[in-house]
């Protein structure tokens, strides 16, 4: 028989105890997340072991990196309505220039 791989995993029981927050809001995280600070959903990824939830310990490391994330990398991309203004004069007129 085959054994599962040796991770470091931690149930949720002990995950909260270590990290010191309530076990409810370990099980609220896996099954419905939070909102990240550009406001995506994150969920703290999980396995489900003979009825117990357990979490490794590099997943509580990414959880925890993403909500702690600096929203403003993410939005690099936004552009306000000004700056799409400009942006679509600036195409218009490259149009214009080609005769399309």
């Not at 054994?3 to 149930?11: V, Y």
């Not at 990240?36 to 509580?60: K, Q, T």
């Not at 929203?71 to 400009?86: E, G, L, W, Y």
């Amino acid at each position: 028989m085959r054994s599962l791989p040796t991770k470091s995993r931690r149930n949720t029981t002990k995950l909260s105890q270590d990290e010191g927050v309530h076990a409810a809001s370990v099980h609220r995280w896996i099954r419905r997340g939070v909102l990240g600070p550009n406001g995506d959903r994150i969920r703290l990824r999980a396995s489900r072991i003979g009825g117990r939830w357990f979490v490794e310990d590099e997943d509580w490391a990414a959880f925890c990196a993403s909500l702690n994330a600096d929203p403003r990398a993410s939005q690099s991309n936004v552009q306000t309505p000004a700056a799409r203004s400009r942006a679509a004069l600036v195409a218009e007129a490259e149009l214009s220039r080609l005769g399309i």
